[in-house]
């Protein structure tokens, strides 16, 4: 089959960016839209020319390492995929893709379709833990975690911190995914002790990173490779405000001791 690509490169942050057409005759209906691009890729090394930057780690939708804009969709138009998980059958033969890296101001570009998504792992620094010693892992059947509340805990955390939701975005918001990574711990018991803590210090970070607020618009949804549903997002914000009206976060007066001199303003 036939396939051309309209693929963005840029060779820096500092410079300009361009879309470049790419056409090989190599194009298979079973192979995936990396394996394409490894070998535009390949052509390109063999004429001395730059190869076209691009992360992938797993190619099976597990590391979250991969993402792009294909037709102006994060991760192209498979519902529940990841880009690696795209194969040119998804196309028409003769088709042109358009390939572009996700967009957001919070995920500066660094080459052609790689960008620093480090923005996400500080949100998950924040806050995106338990400090409670658990142990080793329990005998499964003495687990006395409700089902209902295991399984939107392990849908929550099934979360592959991809970004696509962002690209998605039409406010490059990060609700999403930082529903998703609150939810996983807030449904589990051993989640609870910093659970308002949590909620409080990863939606600042997410706000302090540049990222968009929610207006339900839904668009992230519909982008993400693991399906996780809108409901986090309610989760986070029930969480978020719950902590607020229980006054968490707030600074604590600070104790003078008597006769301390006033510091000069
Ligand atoms: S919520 Fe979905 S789209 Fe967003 S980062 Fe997680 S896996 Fe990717
Ligand atoms: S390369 Fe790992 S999810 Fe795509």
Not at 47 to 61: Q, Y
Not at 108 to 136: E, F, H, M, Q
Not at 139 to 145: F, G, K, L, R, V
Request: charged fraction near 25%; aromatic fraction near 6%.
């Amino acid at each position: 089959m036939r396939i051309a690509l309209e693929v963005w490169r840029q060779r820096s942050p500092e410079e300009p960016g361009r879309f470049v057409r790419y056409e090989t005759a190599e194009a298979s209906p079973d192979m995936s839209l990396l394996e394409l691009l490894d070998v535009v890729n390949e052509g390109l090394v063999q004429n001395g020319e730059e190869p076209i930057a691009f992360d992938s780690d797993c190619r099976e939708g597990i590391c979250g390492t991969c993402g792009f804009m294909v037709n102006g969709l994060a991760h192209g138009p498979l519902q529940g995929a990841a880009a690696c998980q795209v194969y040119l059958r998804n196309f028409r033969d003769g088709e042109t893709l358009w390939i572009e890296p996700f967009r957001a101001k919070a995920f500066p570009l660094i080459k052609d379709l790689v960008i620093n998504r480090s923005a996400l792992d500080r949100i998950i620094a924040a806050g995106g833990y338990v400090t409670v010693n658990t142990g080793n892992a329990p005998e499964a059947n003495t687990s006395t975690i409700p089902k209902d509340l295991a399984e939107q805990a392990m849908d929550a955390a099934a979360c592959i911190a991809c970004g696509a939701c962002i690209a998605a975005c039409p406010n490059t918001s990060a609700a999403l995914f930082t529903g998703a990574k609150i939810t996983h711990l807030g449904k589990l018991p051993e989640g609870q002790p910093e659970r308002g803590r949590r909620a409080l210090r990863m939606v600042r970070a997410a706000a302090v990173e540049g990222f968009g607020h929610c207006t339900f618009a839904g668009e992230c949804e519909t982008a993400c490779p693991k399906s996780i549903p809108l409901q986090v997002i309610t989760q986070m914000n029930h969480d978020y405000l719950a902590a607020r009206l229980r006054g968490e976060g707030r600074a604590q007066p600070r104790h003078i001791e008597p006769g301390t001199p006033k510091r000069r303003r």
